[in-house]
């Protein structure tokens, strides 16, 4: 079989088994979109130990930056002087900023996996009923981005390294 055919077989067999977990056993202990986040990460990086460093840190502290500009966000007084759209803009903006300007760092060197953390912490926070909230942001419940989100892309990254190890298997025992 060549690469790209076990990596397809192993993508699918994985991916499966993501899915069963999800809606199944797991289901709530982890969000599968921002698993295949991760997942797709590590192959766009290189696929390999440095690959798997870089996006478990960079996505995580992306997910750290944005959970503290959520924060920040639901915080903002509602008769603010500025108001509360630009308020959010300009956190967003420093937030951001700040979280490229960590790249200097070479731990933190890797923007797009640490964007990626970043996105899918505002669209968790976002996109579920009750999650923006000072309460759950601030609290230590498996609602709390820092948790969920975080494991959910740490998991993504281990069905990642666990596809490519099963498709060069899938590739040695047909060529063997």
């Not at 991916?15 to 192959?43: H, K």
């Not at 960590?102 to 890797?110: E, H, M, Y």
């Amino acid at each position: 079989m060549n690469g790209l055919s076990a990596l397809s077989v192993s993508i699918g067999l994985l991916g499966g088994l993501a899915t069963f977990l999800a809606v199944g056993p797991l289901s709530g202990v982890f969000l599968i979109w921002a698993l295949t986040i991760t997942w797709a990460a590590y192959f766009a990086l290189g696929a390999n130990d440095e690959a798997a460093i870089n996006t478990a840190v960079c996505s995580v502290f992306g997910v750290v930056v944005a959970t503290y500009a959520a924060y920040e966000i639901v915080t903002i007084s509602p008769d603010a002087a500025l108001g509360f759209p630009l308020m959010a803009a300009i956190i967003v903006a420093a937030t951001v900023t700040a979280m490229c300007l960590a790249a200097n760092i070479k731990a933190l060197a890797t923007i797009p996996a640490t964007v990626l953390g970043y996105s899918a912490t505002f669209g968790y926070v976002l996109q579920t009923p009750g999650i923006l909230s000072t309460e759950v942001l601030g609290s230590v419940s498996w609602e709390n981005p820092l948790l969920i989100v975080s494991f959910s892309l740490v998991l993504g990254l281990g069905f990642g390294i666990a596809s490519n190890k099963l498709a060069a298997k899938l590739t040695t025992i047909t060529e063997g």
